[in-house]
Antibody
Framework: EVQLVESGGGLVQPGGSLRLSCAAS????????MNWVRQAPGRGLEWISS????????YYADSVKGRFTISRDNAWNSLYLQMNSLRAEDTAVYYC????????????WGQGTLVTVSS | EIVLTQSPATLSLSPGERATLSCRAS??????LAWYQQKPGQAPRLLIY???KRATGIPARFSGSGAGTDFTLTISSLEPEDFAVYYC?????????FGGGTKVETK
């Protein structure tokens, strides 16, 4: 059974930093592209970053480029998101999601972790 | 960036009725479009991928159609558990983007 467990969210002041983690199990982690998708309160879904299975291919949405860094540790089946220079508009639930090998879409999602940026 | 516009924003229907949701892309995404369902407090669930393929375990009352820039998600007969928000998403190129969502609510 695929399981994705995000952690690391919380309350942070504007300009601060936070590191999110996603622990994955139930699939061959190293063969999957992994993604972070966020959802601001009462708003829609926003893809923000992707990392290939080996970690060599990385993409970011313009809204987070230069501030957020995605990484992974295949030995620990873990995905990370280092978030720096946080802004109020980064307040959201952050989900990790692999892109399916057969569907090429987000077949599975974690439960999400809430990040609140506020003074 | 490909912009996906969903309409209507809200659809008010009764159980048993047919729901027709639209997603329009600002440029062609070929058939690289998916639909997700999201209920309050839950993560999204993949329903349809590549415009018309049902994901594993999705009931046959959900169907998708379209190609290029215009796509439709149809729920043939609404069940009580289908009242939720629905999002489309493309995978044509980077960045991946989602539509703004359509809320299907009980009339």
């Amino acid at each position: 059974e695929v399981q994705l467990v995000e952690s690391g969210g919380g309350l942070v002041q504007p300009g601060g930093s936070l590191r999110l983690s996603c622990a994955a199990s139930g699939f061959t982690f190293s063969t999957y592209e992994m993604n972070w998708v966020r959802q601001a309160p009462g708003r829609g879904l926003e893809w923000i970053s992707s990392i290939g299975g080996s970690g060599s291919t990385i993409y970011y949405a313009d809204s987070v480029k230069g501030r957020f860094t995605i990484s992974r540790d295949n030995a620990w089946n873990s995905l990370y998101l280092q978030m720096n220079s946080l802004r109020a508009e980064d307040t959201a639930v952050y989900y990790c999601a692999p892109r399916g090998i057969t569907t090429y879409y987000f077949d599975y999602w974690g439960q999400g972790t809430l990040v609140t940026v506020s003074s | 960036e490909i912009v996906l516009t969903q309409s209507p924003a809200t659809l008010s229907l009764s159980p048993g009725e047919r729901a027709t949701l639209s997603c329009r892309a600002s440029q062609s995404v070929n058939s690289y479009l998916a639909w997700y369902q999201q209920k309050p407090g839950q993560a999204p669930r993949l329903l349809i991928y590549d415009a018309s393929k049902r994901a594993t375990g999705i009931p046959a009352r959900f169907s998708g159609s379209g190609a290029g820039t215009d796509f439709t998600l149809t729920i043939s007969s609404l069940e009580p558990e289908d009242f939720a928000v629905y999002y489309c998403q493309h995978r044509k190129n980077w960045p991946l983007t989602f539509g703004g969502g359509t809320k299907v609510e009980t009339k």
